[in-house]
């Protein structure tokens, strides 16, 4: 059974960068499949921030511009957003999911709520 | 590509039938999913490829439609579906999703 665990900093402050991690256990991400970011404002809608293939390049939704790095770290079993210039329009629960082979997401981790305040 | 939802909220009775609408602005053939989000949790996938029902997900969700116009229903609503429901297209990046359905008591 795949699973995901978010981590990283509930307070960013704006103009700064917003770091979190996701630690998957039960399958190795250099195995295959997809993985990405997804997140949700308070009482909004899901949006997509990016997704890469386990050995290929990441794909990163144009809305957030060239704010996202995404990166793997496959020793660890685990994979990073960062997310840069954060504003309070960047506050969110951030979550990191599993995707199939052909793109919808299978499995989710719990998320976690990035406030962006000063 | 934008995925329309309809109703954004829907009323419902335990035992009622419910369908839920998605709508694309263009064709996505049958590259979308349906996913339940309870409050505080993260979303669940329910159905892929427009109607193929997820593993261990019960059999009263339902998904049909291809191309631009898709339905989620539930054939008998329970207590524990209760919950925001979201599409999902995955024919083409950006991956984007509608923007919910709230079905209420």
């Known amino acids: 059974q795949v699973q995901l665990q978010e981590s990283g900093p509930g307070l960013v402050k704006p103009s700064e960068t917003l770091s979190l991690t996701c630690t998957v256990s039960g399958y190795s991400i250099s195995s295959g499949y997809y993985w990405g970011w997804i997140r949700q404002p308070p009482g909004q809608g899901l949006e997509w921030i990016g997704s890469?293939?386990?050995?290929?390049?990441?794909y990163q939704n144009t809305s957030l511009k060239s704010r996202v790095t995404i990166s793997v770290d496959t020793s660890k079993n685990q994979f990073s957003l960062k997310l840069s210039s954060v504003t309070a329009a960047d506050t969110a629960v951030y979550y990191c999911?599993?995707?199939?082979?052909?793109?919808?997401?299978?499995?989710w981790g719990q998320g976690t709520l990035v406030t962006v305040s000063s | 590509i934008q995925l329309t939802q309809s109703p954004s909220f829907l009323s419902a009775s335990v035992g009622d039938r419910v369908t839920i609408t998605c709508r694309a602005s263009?064709?996505?053939?049958?590259?979308l999913a349906w996913y339940q989000q309870e409050p505080g949790k993260a979303p669940k996938l329910l159905i892929y490829a427009a109607s193929t029902l997820q593993s261990g997900v019960p059999s009263r969700f339902s998904g049909s439609g291809s191309g631009t116009e898709f339905t989620l229903t539930i054939s008998s609503l329970q207590p524990e579906d209760f919950a925001t429901y979201y599409c999902q297209q995955f024919n083409s990046y950006p991956l984007t999703f509608g923007g919910g359905t709230k079905v209420e008591i």
């Open positions: 999911a599993k995707l199939s082979l052909t793109l919808y997401f299978d499995y």
């Open positions: 263009q064709g996505i053939s049958s590259y």
């Open positions: 890469f293939y386990h050995s290929g390049s990441p």
